[in-house]
């Protein structure tokens, strides 16, 4: 029993470093983040400040949502309810799976919502798409293998999305359209081909 909570405290302890690393890489990105006191779906909302080039008393704040989730291991894997997973692109949330292994440097992977969606086949039935939604549960799996990152198997690179910040996408973003660094692939195994930075 004593091993079981242990584990328990453990695994929260490491969740929560996860989403101080995100918070920490916001931070320095020129976000403001903070965690609702609530769990309302999201770990963590951060705030941009725009100033106006013109007028600085006029101060616009655009809002991020983001749900971490992190692991110890070299794959994060768990099932999640369609619906639920539909709501990363339609409440426009942003997906971090942190890698953070013992001696390792941590990593964190950005899923962007629109991205998100595009992991989906855009909605189509493909049975190619790395992340399926045609049954009532997703499954969520993403790997590391040295230095490179995958999602549902070694044919899906998604390595270029490691620690991309800037690529966050805000709560009034379309999620119906593409993102500019990603595009559909002709190979039959390979669904999405990410720009390289």
Same mark, same amino acid.
């Given at each position: 029993?004593?091993? /079981?909570?242990? +584990?328990?405290?453990?695994?929260?302890?490491m969740?929560?470093?996860?989403?101080?690393?995100?918070?920490?890489?916001?931070?320095?990105?020129? @976000?403001?983040?903070?965690?609702?006191?609530?769990?309302?779906?999201? %770990?963590?909302?951060?705030?941009?400040?725009?100033?106006?080039?013109?007028?600085?008393?006029?101060? %616009? /704040?655009? /809002?991020?949502n983001?749900?971490?989730? &992190? &692991?110890?291991?070299?794959?994060?894997?768990?099932?999640?309810?369609?619906?639920?997973?539909?709501e @990363?692109?339609?409440?426009?949330?942003?997906?971090?799976?942190? @890698?953070?292994?013992?001696?390792? +440097?941590?990593?964190?992977l #950005?899923?962007?919502?629109?991205?998100?969606?595009?992991?989906?086949?855009?909605g189509?039935?493909?049975?190619?798409?790395?992340? !399926? &939604?045609?049954?009532?549960? #997703?499954?969520?799996?993403?790997?590391?293998?040295?230095?490179?990152?995958?999602v549902?198997?070694?044919?899906?690179?998604?390595?270029?999305?490691?620690?991309?910040?800037?690529?966050? +996408?805000?709560?009034?973003?379309? !999620?119906?359209?593409?993102? +500019?660094?990603?595009?559909?692939?002709? %190979?039959?195994? &390979?669904?999405v081909?990410?720009?390289?930075?």
């Open positions: 029993m004593l091993d /079981q909570n242990n +584990e328990k405290r453990n695994n929260l302890y969740a929560k470093a996860g989403e101080c690393l995100v918070a920490a890489h916001l931070l320095r990105h020129g @976000f403001n983040p903070s965690a609702p006191l609530v769990d309302i779906g999201v %770990d963590l909302i951060a705030y941009r400040v725009l100033y106006p080039k013109v007028d600085i008393d006029q101060v %616009d /704040q655009i /809002q991020y983001f749900q971490v989730k &992190t &692991t110890v291991r070299n794959e994060y894997k768990v099932p999640m309810p369609t619906n639920k997973f539909k @990363f692109w339609t409440n426009a949330i942003n997906l971090m799976i942190v @890698f953070w292994s013992e001696g390792l +440097e941590p990593a964190v #950005v899923l962007p919502p629109r991205l998100i969606n595009m992991l989906t086949s855009g189509f039935r493909d049975p190619n798409a790395p992340l !399926t &939604t045609t049954t009532d549960s #997703v499954s969520l799996r993403f790997m590391r293998k040295e230095n490179l990152y995958y549902r198997n070694l044919h899906n690179e998604i390595t270029p999305m490691i620690n991309r910040f800037d690529l966050v +996408e805000s709560i009034d973003i379309d !999620t119906n359209s593409l993102p +500019e660094y990603a595009c559909w692939s002709d %190979d039959e195994k &390979t669904l081909i990410i720009d390289q930075e």
